[in-house]
């Protein structure tokens, strides 16, 4: 299979900082990869790099074979769209002329749009729901609107490589699902950072876990999301399970970071731990802090009485 990104030894480190470090890593063309990890772990800073938005202080990247800097910027638009979390400038556009805007590179520059261009406008609204929003101005949609909007115009703009940062920021479930389901629908190779990590593994071909600007784990879902890692790296206990639908890795976190609260499992000592009489989930110990993989333990078992470790209610 045809590689559509080869990223190799990229490290930025502004005023001096590291904020990516070393980090490399391969998708095949076609692919849907979750960019994941913990607030600060440098994911925007990282697709930055690849939209060219940031240049690295040393690395390379290539994209479908060839350097990104060796392509003009028109040629760049064809190759790549990009989804932004941040709400664009362009509050003046209605939606219709704000998704027309990816036609942009596929148009000479005093071109008139064809009924072509107008029906895959009004395709791409309709696929993320919004074609009866089509006349009214951007600016006056919902945050998760917007959201769709801009997914529909890096439709129309039919790249071989979507980058997308957060693109389920805004949305409400039924949304989140639909719009990644349609992303990878497109039979485009994607990139998408995104914090649900039980979404990410539903939905995305590979995962790349990231923290502290530094490449953690890259591979499948069952390969990354592991409970240690889970708790070195984001400091939560968790149950990695298996989804019932898809088989792919399921994960239930517990809670109790600060102080056990009644209902919401209990704070177990060492002690307790080390009798071996505790069947339940999970335990933080202590209690207040991030956890970690040492102070995660997880016991397959699961107590379901009221008021037990992991019981409920
Ligand atoms: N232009 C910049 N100059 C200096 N430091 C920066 C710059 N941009 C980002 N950083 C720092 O780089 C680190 C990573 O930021 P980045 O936004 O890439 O992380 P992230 O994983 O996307 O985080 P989040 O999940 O919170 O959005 C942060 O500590 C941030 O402050």
Redesign the pocket.
């Known amino acids: 299979m045809s590689l559509a990104l080869k990223v190799q030894q990229l490290s930025w480190l502004?005023?001096g900082?590291s904020?990516l470090a070393d980090v490399g890593f391969e998708l095949p063309s076609g692919k849907m990869l979750g960019l994941i990890?913990?607030?600060?772990?440098?994911?925007?800073?990282?697709?930055?790099c690849l939209y060219r938005y940031?240049r690295p202080d040393s690395g390379q990247i290539q994209l479908f074979g060839q350097d990104i800097n060796s392509l003009s910027a028109k040629a760049f638009a064809k190759e790549v769209a990009v989804v932004l979390q941040d709400t664009p400038a362009q509050l003046a556009l209605d939606l219709t002329q704000l998704v027309a805007m990816g036609l942009t590179p596929h148009k000479g520059l005093f071109d008139m749009p064809s009924a072509t261009d107008k029906a895959q406008v009004q395709a791409a609204l309709a696929q993320v729901g919004l074609q009866h929003k089509a006349a009214e101005p951007f600016a006056q949609l919902s945050g998760g609107e917007k959201q769709r909007a801009l997914i529909a115009r890096a439709i129309v703009q039919r790249p071989k490589l979507l980058i997308l940062?957060?693109p389920t920021n805004h949305l409400d479930i039924r949304y989140q699902i639909q719009i990644l389901e349609l992303v990878r629908s497109l039979g485009v190779t994607v990139i998408a950072?995104i914090?649900d990590l039980n979404l990410a593994s539903a939905l995305c071909d590979e995962l790349l876990l990231?923290d502290n600007?530094r490449r953690i784990a890259h591979g499948s879902p069952q390969s990354v999301l592991t409970e240690d890692r889970i708790a070195g790296v984001f400091g939560v206990c968790c149950q990695v399970g298996t989804h019932p639908q898809l088989g792919r890795p399921l994960i239930h976190y517990f809670y109790g970071y600060q102080s056990p609260e009644p209902g919401h499992g209990k704070a177990l000592s060492s002690a307790a731990l080390a009798s071996g009489k505790v069947h339940g989930a999970a335990i933080v110990e202590p209690m207040a802090g991030p956890a970690s993989a040492e102070t995660c333990v997880a016991h397959k078992e699961t107590d379901r009485r009221p008021g037990s470790v992991g019981g409920g209610a």
Request: charged share 15%; no cysteine; aromatic share 0%.
């Open positions: 502004p005023g900082h904020v990890g913990p607030n600060g772990a440098g994911k925007s800073s990282l697709l930055r940031i940062d957060e950072s914090h990231l600007g």
